[in-house]
């Protein structure tokens, strides 16, 4: 089992960042992919971004790419989602997720782990 807590959500301005936060626990974190999802309002769960176990590998949204950046540190158990230039586009629950595997997921349904989210408000 694995439990994951979001932190680091808010309410900024557009243009501004915001580095969200995911701590999991178990002694095993660092066999898994961590992935990042967001959902809006009336809107379906959208892929963010993900990594690897060994970090070495990474994967992101067409939408966030050269803005977003995730990271992990298997020393501190967690995972991080560093989110520059936001859009007010870029507001939704920040979900963190994990599965057990070798490459970074990009579809929800390969996800066994979910937090319980995180809000982000990014005003015009």
């Known amino acids: 089992q694995v439990q994951l807590v979001e932190s680091g959500g808010g309410l900024v301005q557009a243009g501004d960042s915001l580095r969200l936060s995911c701590a999991a626990s178990?002694?095993?974190?660092?066999?898994?992919?961590m992935g990042w999802f967001r959902q809006a309002p009336g809107k379906e769960r959208d892929f963010v971004a993900a990594?690897?176990?060994?970090?070495?590998?990474?994967n992101y949204a067409d939408s966030v790419k050269g803005r977003f950046t995730i990271s992990r540190d298997d020393a501190k158990n967690t995972v991080n989602l560093q989110m520059n230039s936001l859009k007010p586009e870029d507001t939704a629950v920040y979900y963190c997720a994990a599965v057990r595997t070798f490459s970074p997921p990009a579809l929800f349904y390969e996800y066994d782990y979910w937090g319980q989210g995180t809000q982000v408000t990014v005003s015009s």
């Open positions: 178990g002694r095993t974190f660092s066999s898994y992919a």
């Open positions: 990594i690897s176990p060994t970090g070495s590998s990474t």
